[in-house]
């Protein structure tokens, strides 16, 4: 494949390092990490190792690390397991969450919940205002992300979470799209859970984590074994496991020089996209450095997804996740864009790999792509 992959917040490819370590795992060391004999106690000290790894990253003890099958497990691992001890009362998520927080929410109306939508403003920031709004009904859980995957907007998650204690709720954030990007301190931020992915950080598909309070006790989504504490029953999937380690431990190291050089690029990235007469969304508030969100308006972001692909670029348009749908974006509705506006939404995602050379080319190809479309709409009309 000839392609440039410009598509890292859908997922990003497996790190050689992160490969190397996950091998034998795959081969000879083939463990039920519950067993007694050897085999099984090399591959729990493999889960063991890549739980520290996990936890250093985010700064919580190995203990609080419940592995699970990605992210959106773990957010309806909280989601449901939280509501389950708790009385029904208002849960509280902000309007641009991904799909897996969302639906869960949904669901517990069900079972009595109320749901409370939190605003965001025009460049997708939490309106921390309707947040005090929100907490003054009874609220037993808050979810706010900590990066949203369609803009990169990065949300003061901290000060929603003092909001949130103090209303004596249980606060989440799915960090799923912050994590390798930018610092993600478990402590920090003052929540009491939070979800994790590996591949959105060089690791394997079907691997994340639960980072959980000591405290909070929740009711698992899946029992069996007894596996994580009997938080997550299923035998573990050694390999995966080890391969999010070591892209944890792998993007601690590289972190801070990734994201200077992304932050250079996007610059030149958007400075040409503002010349081309492209809306950037978000473009006024504090980002993940990898990450453009924009339109041109009158052209289908579908369509320029398709054209580019031709020429192969690969980025995606709208809500990547679930791009099978051609509804204008939840998230930008939810800043107030037009929705005629939000039709041409397209998302470029810069990954570790990816060189000022390949963006140039890229925005060479988008702007006589953007040309040639816009002379197309201007006969149809
Ligand atoms: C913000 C956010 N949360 C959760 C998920 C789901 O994670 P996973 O693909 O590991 O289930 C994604 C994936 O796109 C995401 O962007």
């Not at 917040?9 to 060391?29: H, S």
């Not at 590289?254 to 473009?283: C, H, W, Y």
Request: glycine content about 8%.
């Amino acid at each position: 494949m000839k392609h440039v992959y410009f598509d890292h917040n859908a997922t990003t490819p497996v790190d050689e390092q992160v490969l190397a370590a996950m091998l034998p795992y795959l081969r000879g060391q083939y463990g039920n990490a519950s067993s007694r004999h050897e085999y099984g106690t090399q591959a729990r000290k493999a889960v063991n190792r890549a739980r520290e790894q996990v936890a250093a990253l985010v700064g919580v003890q190995p203990v609080q690390v419940i592995f699970t099958s990605g992210g959106t497990e773990a957010n309806n691992a909280f989601v449901k397991g939280a509501a389950a001890m708790l009385k029904p009362s208002q849960i509280a998520v902000s309007a641009i969450e991904h799909p897996c927080i969302a639906k869960p929410a949904q669901e517990l109306a069900r079972g009595g919940w109320t749901v409370r939508k939190l605003a965001v403003d025009a460049d997708g920031r939490v309106d921390t205002s309707d947040v005090a709004v929100a907490l003054t009904q009874r609220t037993g859980i808050v979810s706010v992300m900590l990066a949203n995957n369609e803009t990169g907007v990065i949300q003061d998650v901290a000060a929603i979470a003092e909001k949130a204690r103090s209303a004596g709720a249980w606060m989440h954030t799915d960090a799923v799209q912050a994590l390798g990007k930018i610092a993600v301190d478990f402590s920090g931020l003052n929540v009491h859970a939070m979800t994790l992915s590996a591949h959105k950080i060089y690791g394997p598909k079907g691997a994340g984590a639960l980072i959980l309070d000591k405290r909070i006790e929740l009711k698992p989504l899946i029992n069996g074994g007894g596996h994580e504490n009997g938080l997550r029953s299923g035998t573990e999937n050694v390999p995966a496991i080890v391969g999010f380690g070591m892209a944890c431990e792998v993007a601690a190291k590289r972190m801070g020089e990734v994201a200077a050089r992304l932050t250079a690029m996007r610059a030149q990235f958007e400075r040409r996209l503002n010349d081309l007469g492209a809306v950037i969304f978000g473009a006024a508030a504090q980002r993940i450095a990898n990450t453009s969100y924009f339109a041109f308006p009158g052209i289908e972001g579908e369509t320029l997804v398709i054209e580019l692909d031709k020429a192969e670029f690969a980025v995606a348009s709208g809500a990547a996740c679930s791009s099978a749908s051609t509804e204008p974006s939840a998230t930008l509705l939810a800043m107030g864009v037009a929705p005629e506006i939000a039709r041409g939404a397209v998302r470029f995602s810069l990954g570790k790999d990816n060189t000022a050379q390949e963006v140039d080319e890229f925005l060479n190809v988008l702007e006589a792509t953007v040309a040639r479309l816009r002379r197309m709409t201007a006969i149809a009309v």
